[in-house]
């Protein structure tokens, strides 16, 4: 039972680097999603897509971009990488829209970026 | 002011209390989620819920829509219940995928 796979875990940059983090799911889910986790915060939402080919930005989209060729895969790019951005990033997927449906959640990405 | 909050924001009990964790919130919502967090970082979803009472094993997640107010209780705490509890809710003003994340309460069980 595979259902929501991150890569990589774990992973350090340099300001203005870019790299892609990779999301997998494999429930046939529609939505799906991708947060980041700060200290003192709430997960917040960054973009997500409703099927393939469609994408929408969430609440903090600026220095993301997202694409979906396929059902299965949701990768999110930094171009750019700033400390800010330094942060843990989940991945979830969920069979309706995430608000109506319970979601499933990747084991995150610490990205640290220096 | 944040639109969901929680509380308390840390939590220490002893093995086999009853545990309330607190969710509050300030919009009308749809839904409303309880999630868990893994100390190892993992997220899973507990509890959706939009009135009522639902239970699984021994965590009972309660709202009350006329108050804006949810709680999720554990009965019978173990160590192993020992995470970070995550309240969501999804606004009736925002679209389908969108859900709003308490910060979460830290909850340790001690043995």
């Known amino acids: 039972n595979a259902g929501v796979t991150q890569t990589p875990k774990f992973q350090v940059l340099k300001t203005g680097q870019s790299m892609t983090l990779q999301c997998a799911q494999d429930?046939?889910?529609?939505?799906m999603s991708w947060y980041r986790q700060d200290p003192g915060m709430g997960l917040r939402l960054i973009h997500y897509?409703?099927?393939?080919?469609?994408?929408d930005q969430g609440e903090v989209p600026n220095g993301y971009n997202v694409s979906r060729s396929t059902t299965e895969d949701f990768p999110l790019r930094l171009l750019s990488a700033a400390p800010s951005q330094t942060s843990v990033y989940f991945c979830?997927?969920?069979?309706?829209?995430?608000?109506?449906?319970?979601?499933?959640f990747g084991d995150g990405t610490r990205l640290s970026i220096l | 002011k944040n639109e969901v909050e929680q509380s308390p924001q840390n939590l220490t009990a002893q093995e086999g209390e009853f545990i309330t964790i607190n969710c509050s919130y300030s919009?009308?919502?749809?839904?409303l989620h309880w999630l868990q967090q893994h100390p190892g970082g993992g997220i899973v979803s507990l509890f959706m819920l939009s009135s009522g009472k639902k239970k699984h094993g021994r965590l009972i997640a309660t709202i009350n829509i006329q108050e804006k107010h949810s709680s999720l209780h554990i009965t019978a705490s173990h160590p192993r219940d020992s995470a970070v509890y995550i309240c969501?809710?999804?606004?009736?003003?925002?679209?389908?995928?969108?859900?709003?994340f308490g910060e979460g309460t830290q909850l340790t069980v001690n043995p």
């Open positions: 429930m046939n889910h529609e939505y």
């Open positions: 897509s409703v099927g393939a080919g469609i994408t």
């Open positions: 969501a809710v999804r606004s009736r003003e925002t679209s389908g995928s969108r859900l709003t």
């Open positions: 979830a997927s969920s069979q309706g829209p995430a608000g109506n449906q319970p979601q499933h």
């Open positions: 919009v009308g919502i749809s839904a």
